[in-house]
């Protein structure tokens, strides 16, 4: 995934501000106890970042 669609994505489900929030701000357990900000900074896998997003913040399927 391409962090362009990443990053539309998030946008989409928690909106603009809110979606960078969410990545500054949220430690996320199945990232290792880190935020999407370090993740992504570490090199993650932008498809695994989602993944745990969408299992952290239950999106819906659609928007997955």
Excluded at 12 to 31: M, N, T
């Amino acid at each position: 995934m391409r962090l362009s669609v990443f990053w539309e994505r998030m946008n989409r489900h928690f909106g603009e501000v809110y979606a960078q929030s969410v990545a500054k701000d949220y430690v996320i357990a199945e990232l290792g106890g880190r935020t999407v900000e370090q993740a992504l900074a570490d090199g993650e896998e932008t498809r695994r970042v989602w993944e745990a997003v969408c299992a952290a913040f239950d999106v819906p399927q659609h928007l997955r």
